[in-house]
């Protein structure tokens, strides 16, 4: 019959029993089967093999880690999707959404242009472009389209100097046809000219810096034939005017009129902004096109 000492814990002597069970000494001996040799001798404790095998855990855990991380091996875990791809794919999606909203706008720009030549009437698509916001439109809202006194005084010596002239395509008393700079345009912007027409490096028109939210006018009596949004150029709309002239204001900040309208010369059209990729500032980029061919603002007009 054993005896415990008075007094004692049975919890602290199991405790300190299975202590002293881990730091007990063993010995792994390895032996030649036929000749019980001893080839190897290991002497180890419970707690030694603890200890080796969390080490060797950690260290396993550890280079699995890396090896997933930081090789080409991670590509071959199932499921495992590369971010660079995902990258690359989202930002050919974004250039694919650009190149077909440009080619619907020029689509949109030929049939118009081919129904003005053909004398046939345009229908107003402008449902087909992105709708200013109500902070964009509550920013414009003050803006009038009432003629001043000096815009009426300025329109009636316009019509004054105008009604006898003849225009593009006309014929005159001599039976010879009437230049462009028989015409009077009217200035659609008072700026500084910071970039001049360059057809060779494909600016085929100029730019106008001015004042933001100054409103551009018509240059001439004419026909909207294009009022969409485009990504290079922002919000741009053209006219047709007779003759054969088609004049273009370029990175808008709002359209005015609609695809369709008749607009006089002098009237307010759009507002002066910085919309397109292309824009660097506050400016309006405005070209002149006649039969065809682009022809330099600045020789019929002063800016």
Same mark, same amino acid.
């Given at each position: 019959?054993?005896?415990?000492?008075?007094?004692?814990?049975?919890?602290?002597?199991?405790?300190?029993?299975?202590?002293?069970?881990?730091?007990?000494?063993?010995?792994?001996?390895?032996?030649?089967?036929?000749?019980?040799?001893?080839?190897?001798?290991?002497?180890?404790?419970?707690?030694?093999?603890?200890?080796?095998?969390?080490?060797?855990?950690?260290?396993?855990?550890?280079?699995?880690?890396?090896?997933?991380?930081?090789?080409?091996?991670?590509?071959?875990?199932?499921?495992?999707?590369?971010?660079?791809?995902?990258?690359?794919?989202?930002?050919? !999606?974004?250039?694919?959404?650009?190149? =077909?909203? %440009?080619?619907?706008? @020029? /689509?949109?720009?030929?049939?118009?242009?081919?129904?003005?030549l053909s004398g046939e009437d345009i229908e107003a698509t402008a449902s087909a472009s992105p709708k200013p916001d109500s902070s964009v439109r509550a920013k414009y809202a003050?803006?009038?389209?009432?003629?001043?006194?000096?815009?009426?005084?300025?329109?009636?010596?316009?019509?004054?100097?105008? !009604?006898?002239?003849?225009?593009?395509? =006309?014929? %005159?008393?001599?039976? @010879? /046809?009437?230049?462009?700079?028989?015409l009077r345009f009217f200035t659609p912007l008072k700026g500084v000219v910071t970039n001049r027409f360059n057809p060779s490096q494909q600016h085929f028109g100029i730019d106008?810096?001015?004042?933001?939210?100054?409103?551009?006018?018509?240059?001439?009596?004419?026909?909207?034939?294009?009022?969409?949004?485009?990504?290079?150029?922002?919000?741009?709309?053209?006219?047709?005017?007779?003759?054969?002239?088609?004049?273009?204001?370029?990175?808008?900040?709002?359209?005015?009129?609609?695809?369709?309208?008749?607009?006089?010369?002098?009237?307010?059209?759009?507002?002066?902004?910085?919309?397109?990729?292309?824009?660097?500032?506050?400016?309006?980029?405005?070209?002149?096109?006649?039969?065809?061919?682009?022809?330099?603002?600045?020789?019929?007009?002063?800016?």
């Open positions: 019959m054993a005896f415990r000492k008075a007094g004692s814990d049975p919890a602290a002597e199991k405790r300190v029993h299975w202590y002293h069970k881990l730091r007990d000494k063993y010995r792994l001996i390895i032996l030649n089967e036929d000749t019980f040799e001893e080839k190897l001798s290991f002497r180890l404790s419970r707690l030694n093999v603890f200890i080796v095998t969390g080490m060797l855990a950690i260290i396993l855990v550890f280079l699995t880690t890396y090896l997933i991380a930081f090789t080409p091996l991670r590509e071959y875990i199932p499921g495992y999707k590369d971010t660079s791809i995902q990258k690359d794919l989202y930002e050919l !999606q974004l250039k694919a959404d650009s190149i =077909e909203a %440009a080619v619907r706008s @020029k /689509d949109l720009y030929i049939s118009n242009m081919k129904k003005v003050g803006i009038s389209n009432k003629k001043s006194k000096e815009d009426s005084l300025l329109r009636a010596d316009y019509e004054a100097q105008t !009604q006898f002239s003849l225009k593009v395509g =006309e014929k %005159a008393a001599s039976g @010879k /046809d009437v230049t462009l700079d028989q106008i810096a001015s004042a933001k939210n100054e409103a551009v006018k018509a240059a001439y009596d004419g026909t909207v034939i294009f009022a969409e949004w485009t990504a290079e150029t922002g919000y741009v709309m053209a006219i047709q005017h007779t003759g054969n002239v088609i004049s273009v204001y370029k990175h808008n900040s709002v359209l005015l009129r609609k695809q369709g309208s008749f607009v006089r010369a002098g009237e307010t059209i759009t507002i002066v902004g910085t919309s397109g990729e292309y824009s660097t500032g506050p400016h309006l980029h405005f070209e002149l096109w006649i039969n065809g061919k682009a022809v330099n603002p600045e020789q019929y007009l002063v800016f």
